[in-house]
């Protein structure tokens, strides 16, 4: 059984920056594939960005696109943040075992 545990949210001001983390406690059970997804309020799961353990290939969605960057410890960093970017954030394992989910970490941009 694999928990995530994400952090690193927070009240930044446009334009600022923050670094989510994502820790594991547990064994993946093989290669997985890291997802980082959002809920703005009022909305629906809103992919954010992909990563892969094998070939760490990632992938982004448009809105920030340039903006984050998906790390090998899969960390979001997360810069030039826009008021749009105000959710809560999810990391997600897929691995051969299971779909695993974190509690979330709430990012607020506001001035």
């Known amino acids: 059984q694999v928990h995530l545990t994400e952090s690193g949210g927070g009240l930044v001001q446009p334009g600022g920056s923050l670094r989510l983390s994502c820790v594991a406690s547990g064994t993946a059970s093989g290669p997985y594939w890291m997802y980082w997804v959002r809920q703005s309020p009022g909305k629906g799961l809103e992919w954010v960005s992909t990563?892969?353990?094998v070939g760490r290939n990632t992938w982004y969605a448009d809105p920030v696109k340039g903006r984050f960057t998906i790390s090998r410890d899969s960390a979001l960093q997360m810069s030039s943040l826009k008021s749009e970017d105000t959710a809560v954030y999810y990391c997600m394992r897929d691995e051969p075992n299971g779909t695993y989910w974190g509690k979330g970490t709430l990012v607020i941009v506001s001035s």
């Open positions: 990563m892969n353990t």
